[in-house]
């Protein structure tokens, strides 16, 4: 038997936490992807859910990846600087919305006042150019810009939170 990662342990903890909200009817998972790239010696980790009422318009993906040299550095410390042993975390909000500069300002207040200042929100927006509607599905990102580590395990877990206070509020915004 051999040592889980903290990639293994972490992603088990909070495949725990987003199952417990499904199971108590909090949140409504509705895709999750574990990711092995042999080639590149890479994991990645996505799960993706909406509040219960399964709303189409809006969900939530957590995402956590750690490469080869994450790997490397908690399996060989002194090869590699231990502050490589971690994973980069990022959240993805997924949404439709009105092709309106004020809503993608909105939904930025709305994540800076919930995950704060020092966290990147980045946001995308993908649309028909032939279609007749002004909808477009507006993807929002919430990351980190550094490594998460097996020792905030809990931060982690309290992260869940967060994500589903984010989600409602941001649901009052779309479509």
């Known amino acids: 038997m051999f040592d889980p990662t903290a990639f293994e342990n972490m992603k088990v903890v909070m495949e725990g936490g987003f199952y417990d909200r499904d199971l108590s009817g909090e949140i409504r998972i509705i895709d999750r992807n574990d990711i092995l ?3 590149k010696m890479a994991r990645c980790y996505e799960i993706t859910f909406t509040d219960i009422a399964g709303e189409k318009d809006i969900s939530c993906s957590y995402k956590m990846e750690a490469g ?3 790997l490397a550095a908690e399996l060989m410390p002194e090869g590699k600087s231990e502050r490589l042993a971690g994973c980069r975390v990022s959240v ?3 949404m439709q919305l009105n092709n309106d500069p004020q809503l993608f300002r909105e939904n930025r207040k709305i994540l800076r006042d919930i995950w704060g200042r020092e966290r990147t929100i980045k946001q995308t927006v993908n649309y028909n150019p032939e279609g007749a509607d002004h909808s477009v599905t507006a993807e929002t990102f919430v990351l980190f810009n550094r490594l998460v580590y097996e020792e905030q395990i809990d931060d ?3 992260m869940i939170n967060y994500m589903i206070a984010s989600l409602q ?3 009052n915004i779309s479509l």
């Open 37 to 39: 790239n042999s080639a």
């Open 68 to 70: 080869l040299e994450n």
């Open 92 to 94: 993805r909000f997924t």
């Open 156 to 158: 982690l877990s309290e």
């Open 169 to 171: 509020a941001l649901k």
